[in-house]
Each structure stands twice: as structure tokens, then as C-alpha cells.
């Protein structure tokens, strides 16, 4: 009877491999089912290949920093941020830069399955010392989000939410003005450019720390906005998680 299970669970694993197939986040490559199941999202020799950022790290932003005896990266030193600390997973080049690039314009979400299992793994408790009552996407502006069909940092949100048990809100902060792409543009720009662009919709008296969640984080400017936002409402605490994190500036 076992052994007929077996065979029948086997049968419809190479069918789901077929039909559904799971993809590494790196080469797009087809992940086996029986992978999946012990949660091995990316193939081994692409995972040897992602930038992951070990210590010393920023105690800000989380950028790596190339000399130990350092608190915090060139950009940290120099800016006041409006949030408490956060975390990167991975630096924002080589082959990530092209697989964050899929997971927004051609629609590779489960991509974020890897990543965020990533983050709950490696940093889970760390996160968990920050003892965020909810976690909140980034958000996209509405008509751009109906247009691409998904907003990533949500989708980034949601499955983060579910690893580390934390409440998931997406019916708090909103982005009221269609911003132009912060990579067009320079760091004061980016600021300028985001400054006014998010709002708080729900009464959040009660909210005092929260986790903002978002696919790259540059020069911080758009999550200094939206924890800009919060505090004014009484926020205390705002941390943030990212997949990765570029140069800065
Ligand atoms: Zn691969
Ligand atoms: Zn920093």
C-alpha cells in the first residue's frame, strides 16, 4: 500500500514538474518538485552565485561595509534616516540585479518564495527582536499596480508575513502620486520625487512598530518617506526588509 502511495506521489510530482514548473530565481532553470518539498527554491550552483551580504554590515541600512571598525556605510555617516534600522538580503548585482528585474516585468512572483524563506532563515530572528506589530508593503500607485497586475513589494510582503507569523496590512499607507522610476534619477531627485507621495488611510493609533517591505532599497528615500508618514501618525519603531541593496550614492 506505502509503496503504491510512492509511486502515485511520484507520478504526480513529475506531472506538477511538467504542468507547474517551479523555476530557480537565478538561471530560470526548472526546480523539481521533490526539491520544492524540502524547500530548496534555487539550484545549487546558482545559489553559490548570489552576492549575500555577511557582516560587518551597515547598523543602518544593512550595505556591506568594506572595514569592520566601521558603524555605518559612506551614505548612513552622511543622512539621517527617518526609519530605525533594516535588512538586505543580497547585494543588488550580478545575476540578482537580472532576477529582481523578472520578478517585476515579466511576472517570475514565485522568485520572492526563495527570497523571503531566505530572509525568515537567516535574519528570522533578529526580525523578530524588533517585535513589529505588522508588516506593510511598499506601496505602488493604483493604476500602475491594475497595469503590471501585482505590486512586488506586496507580494514580497505577504509571503513574509506568512513565514515569520507577523500581521500583513496593506490597507494602511497608500502612494497617492504616480512618482517617476527612482533609477532615473539622483539622490536628491529621489527625494524630491517621493516626498509627497505617500499618505496613511486607516486610523493607526495603536500601530508603534512596524515592518516596511520593498524589492530594493537605493538610497532609502522612498522608505524614509513612507516612514515619514508613519511617524506623523505616532509610528515609533520602522524598520525595513529588502531583497537587495544597491550602491546608494
Ligand atoms: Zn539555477
Ligand atoms: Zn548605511
Not at 149 to 162: I, V, Y
Request: proline residues 4%; hydrophobic residues 35%.
Amino acid at each position: 500500500m506505502g509503496e503504491c502511495v510512492n509511486i502515485i506521489d511520484g507520478i504526480i510530482d513529475r506531472i506538477a514538474d511538467y504542468v507547474f514548473p517551479r523555476r530557480c530565481p537565478i538561471c530560470d532553470g526548472v526546480i523539481k518538485i521533490s526539491e520544492v518539498k524540502k524547500k530548496r527554491y534555487v539550484c545549487n550552483k546558482c545559489e553559490a552565485e548570489i552576492p549575500f551580504i555577511y557582516e560587518p554590515r551597515c547598523k543602518k541600512c544593512s550595505k556591506p561595509l568594506s572595514d569592520n571598525r566601521l558603524e555605518y556605510c559612506y551614505d548612513c555617516s552622511k543622512r539621517k534616516h527617518k526609519y530605525n534600522t533594516g535588512i538586505a538580503l543580497v547585494e543588488h548585482k550580478g545575476p540578482v540585479r537580472k532576477s529582481v528585474y523578472a520578478i517585476k516585468y515579466k511576472n517570475r512572483r514565485e522568485y520572492l518564495d526563495y527570497y523571503m524563506s531566505e530572509i525568515a532563515r537567516l535574519h528570522g530572528d533578529a526580525i523578530q527582536e524588533w517585535k513589529a506589530q505588522v508588516i506593510i508593503p511598499v506601496p505602488m500607485y493604483r493604476k500602475k499596480q491594475i497595469k503590471r497586475g501585482f505590486n512586488q513589494a506586496d507580494e514580497a510582503a505577504k509571503r513574509l508575513a506568512d513565514y515569520l507569523g507577523i500581521p500583513y496590512n496593506d490597507k494602511i499607507l497608500f502612494r497617492t502620486s504616480d512618482t517617476r522610476p527612482q533609477k532615473e534619477l539622483s539622490d536628491k531627485e529621489r527625494r524630491k520625487n517621493v516626498e509627497n507621495a505617500f499618505h496613511i488611510e486607516e486610523n493607526i493609533v495603536k500601530l508603534r512598530k512596524v515592518i516596511l517591505v520593498d524589492d530594493i532599497y537605493t538610497t532609502g528615500s522612498t522608505i524614509d518617506a513612507c516612514a515619514k508618514v508613519l511617524k506623523d501618525k505616532g509610528v515609533e519603531d520602522i524598520y525595513f526588509i529588502t531583497i537587495s541593496i544597491g550602491d546608494g550614492f
